[in-house]
């Protein structure tokens, strides 16, 4: 029998999911079912959208016709690679042959997102800090960009990320603090008051802290990336 997974549920927990690294492409297609009808649900009121950015001067929140658009991300991690959608920066706490899904999918028709993040093969009995970020996954952890926010903070720039709990916090951020069992195997999922507009993250990234913490002036400081997924549309 294989293990089932210890989740760590922030908000509306969800059925337990078993991924292994040999089941990744197999978890993923049902996911993407999955988030296919919820992209059908909202197809009458889909629009154009903008490539993922943010900029800390930006206005806070977009006032364009929300999209409904469902990304999603999966695969194996590896070592640094323009090419991959899934990469590891730290192989000691995030080996590479380590599976991971992550999706982040609109809610219903008011202004909720719901993200999950699932992972195989990583050390076991571990957590591990996770927030969606501004852009894709590239060679290095600090291409990713800051942690994606809703009400961007003003003071925030890529040398001095948000450490505001009015801005760093899990009802403006996506968090996905995950915690693995024996078998190095955890899921997450949190549900936000809010949906995307001209913005949506690029990526989700694993970091070496154990959690986010949320006190002032350290809110939201995870220390270094160790592991990144980029998030696409989903098909």
Known sequence: MKPSLL??????PPAATVLSKQSVGQTSRRLTLAVA???LAFTPMACGH????QTAAQTPVSHARPDPTALSGSGTFTPPDPASKSITYNPSLA???AAVLASVTPAGYSPRTVATLVVAGLLPNRSYAAAAHTN??????????LHYQNRIDPAASPQAASTNPRYANPRNEIWLDIHTDPAGQGTSQTTVPFGFTDRRPGSIEL???TATPTAPGQAG???APIACVTL???Q
Do not use: I, Y
């Open 7 to 12: 989740s760590e549920k922030r908000h509306n």
């Open 37 to 39: 009808a919820t992209v």
């Open 50 to 53: 903008q490539q993922s950015s």
């Open 95 to 97: 080996p590479p042959d």
């Open 136 to 145: 894709a996954c590239g060679p290095t952890g600090q291409d990713a960009g």
């Open 207 to 209: 970091h070496e802290a």
């Open 221 to 223: 400081e995870t220390g």
């Open 232 to 234: 696409v549309p989903s």
